[in-house]
């Protein structure tokens, strides 16, 4: 069912409400492979086109700020953590990764590994993100 121990670890840990601060499902026609990433266009809740940029790395989230309700006045506890689910075309098993937020940024770049990995096979079509 998971695709390895991690993801079924952070499968039982992804919050619930209240504590979610945004939760958005990204659906992803193609992606497109560079030298060390991999790029997807997706669109945003106003119909324009955005960006997503997935590469190794230390473990991390830039969020972009109109694919997400994000509200964080400044007397809020800051962002803290992502977490990504995708469940892989093929096998149906359930990936899962918790990124710490690491600012916000014109396009969405996430960087973590294995999802890169899995990108470049183009092993899923849908990436979930809780920001809490």
């Known amino acids: 069912m998971f695709f390895d121990a991690i993801s079924e670890v952070l499968f039982h840990e992804i919050p619930k409400s209240p504590i979610v601060r945004s939760q958005v499902l990204l659906n992803i026609d193609r992606f497109e492979i560079g030298q060390s990433y991999v790029t997807a266009k997706i669109q945003n ?13 230390r473990p991390g989230i830039e969020l972009q700020e109109s694919l997400f309700k994000i509200k964080n006045p400044e007397n809020q506890i800051p962002l803290q953590f992502a977490y990504l689910k995708a469940t892989l075309i093929e096998t149906e098993k359930i990936f899962v990764r918790k990124l710490p937020v690491v600012g916000l940024r014109d396009w969405l770049l996430i960087y973590e590994d ?11 079509d849908e990436l979930e993100i809780v920001v809490i």
């Open 114 to 124: 294995t999802l890169v990995e899995l990108s470049v096979k183009d092993a899923y």
């Open 45 to 57: 809740r106003y119909a324009e086109n955005v960006t997503v940029n997935i590469q190794g790395g």
